[in-house]
């Protein structure tokens, strides 16, 4: 914040009193709070900083020169296949450096329980899977309704993947309140499903065995009257073309192609659209590329950065040992 000419206490503070209430949290997810209070201690940082770092999104409500945002697709590469998701998670290019994997296990769980999540240093968490449960991608939605009330998007994430399949996830979604608008896709063993959350509800969309759910950041199915202007919440012009090219990338990906090579690849490629490099007028990078199978407990993981290229790095969630 400082290197972009802000004062981090006020804006820390501001977070604060603005961004989601902190009881509501403690109310519905108090292990994760007790989580970023022990990365808090582990790090010998202010308790207020890791949660305002772990406000990500919510943070975006008054931060309008942040060109974010998220590609994402989940379907099934062909008729016998179990489904996969994966995403490109687009943010701010001061982020790059910080990305993190998780492997989360409690204690006494076994292996085919862990949790593997992309995260960024001292936060819970980004986009993630379930081994043998769900997996989970997000496309912030800053045109859906926000509300102080609801829970923030890091900590729904973190218990979606608490959740035994899609069917639960989405049954969580369509309760819990929100904080931030944002489209949660989900992808089990069996099916795959877009739900896009806000202030005023959920709206769900369920995904047939042959089709594609491709999103990024405008919304595509709520209510047309509980959308907001672009230009009310600052994501008019640049910031809206960017999502509406990168969907017509991701369609030109499933019209022509559609295998998981080919998604891959296009996720991968700075020249496909979708795999966004950092430049003066834009400075927002893909920070990280994600992909996720739960049937076949395996994720895939292409670190980001501000030049992007590289390779993927499959992780069998079943061992211990990273194959590349």
């Given at each position: 914040m400082e290197g972009r000419g802000r004062n981090a206490g006020r804006r820390i503070a501001a977070l604060m009193t603005r961004s989601p209430d902190l009881a509501a949290m403690e109310r519905r997810c108090p292990a994760l709070l007790e989580e970023i209070r022990g990365i808090a201690d582990g790090a010998g940082q202010?308790?207020?900083?890791?949660?305002?770092?772990?406000l990500m999104d919510e943070e975006w409500w008054f931060e309008d020169d942040e060109d974010t945002g998220c590609s994402l697709v989940a379907g099934r590469a062909d008729a016998h296949s179990p489904p996969i998701l994966a995403q490109n998670m687009d943010l701010p290019v001061w982020m790059d450096g910080l990305q993190a994997l998780l492997r989360i296990r409690?204690?006494?769980?076994?292996?085919?329980s862990e949790r593997v999540v992309l995260s960024a240093a001292g936060m819970i968490g980004l986009a993630g899977m379930r081994m043998g449960g769900v997996a989970v991608g997000v496309n912030t939605l800053l045109q859906l309704p926000r509300s102080v009330r609801g829970l923030p998007v890091a900590f729904i994430v973190r218990a979606v993947l608490e959740q035994s399949d899609?069917?639960?996830?989405?049954g969580f979604l369509a309760a819990v309140p929100h904080a931030s608008g944002q489209h949660y896709a989900i992808a089990d063993g069996d099916g795959v499903f877009?739900?896009?959350?806000?202030a005023k509800?959920?709206?769900?969309?369920?995904?047939?065995?042959?089709?594609?759910?491709?999103?990024?950041?405008?919304?595509?199915?709520s209510d047309p009257g509980d959308v907001l202007a672009p230009e009310e919440v600052g994501i008019a012009g640049v910031r809206l073309q960017s999502s509406q090219q990168r969907l017509v990338s991701l369609e030109a990906f499933a019209a022509f192609d559609g295998t998981a090579e080919g998604m891959r690849a296009t996720l991968a490629d700075p020249g496909s659209g979708v795999y966004l490099v950092a430049s003066p007028e834009c400075p927002t990078s893909t920070f990280g590329s994600?992909?996720?199978?739960?049937?076949?407990?395996?994720?895939?993981?292409?670190p980001g950065g501000?030049?992007?290229?590289?390779?993927?790095?499959?992780i069998r969630v079943r061992e211990s040992e990273r194959v590349a």
């Amino acid at each position: 914040m400082e290197g972009r000419g802000r004062n981090a206490g006020r804006r820390i503070a501001a977070l604060m009193t603005r961004s989601p209430d902190l009881a509501a949290m403690e109310r519905r997810c108090p292990a994760l709070l007790e989580e970023i209070r022990g990365i808090a201690d582990g790090a010998g940082q202010p308790f207020e900083l890791i949660l305002a770092l772990n406000l990500m999104d919510e943070e975006w409500w008054f931060e309008d020169d942040e060109d974010t945002g998220c590609s994402l697709v989940a379907g099934r590469a062909d008729a016998h296949s179990p489904p996969i998701l994966a995403q490109n998670m687009d943010l701010p290019v001061w982020m790059d450096g910080l990305q993190a994997l998780l492997r989360i296990r409690d204690e006494g769980e076994d292996a085919a329980s862990e949790r593997v999540v992309l995260s960024a240093a001292g936060m819970i968490g980004l986009a993630g899977m379930r081994m043998g449960g769900v997996a989970v991608g997000v496309n912030t939605l800053l045109q859906l309704p926000r509300s102080v009330r609801g829970l923030p998007v890091a900590f729904i994430v973190r218990a979606v993947l608490e959740q035994s399949d899609a069917e639960a996830a989405v049954g969580f979604l369509a309760a819990v309140p929100h904080a931030s608008g944002q489209h949660y896709a989900i992808a089990d063993g069996d099916g795959v499903f877009g739900i896009e959350c806000s202030a005023k509800g959920a709206v769900l969309r369920r995904f047939a065995r042959n089709e594609w759910l491709l999103h990024t950041n405008h919304p595509l199915w709520s209510d047309p009257g509980d959308v907001l202007a672009p230009e009310e919440v600052g994501i008019a012009g640049v910031r809206l073309q960017s999502s509406q090219q990168r969907l017509v990338s991701l369609e030109a990906f499933a019209a022509f192609d559609g295998t998981a090579e080919g998604m891959r690849a296009t996720l991968a490629d700075p020249g496909s659209g979708v795999y966004l490099v950092a430049s003066p007028e834009c400075p927002t990078s893909t920070f990280g590329s994600v992909e996720f199978c739960p049937a076949r407990g395996t994720a895939r993981v292409l670190p980001g950065g501000r030049s992007g290229g590289g390779e993927w790095i499959e992780i069998r969630v079943r061992e211990s040992e990273r194959v590349a």
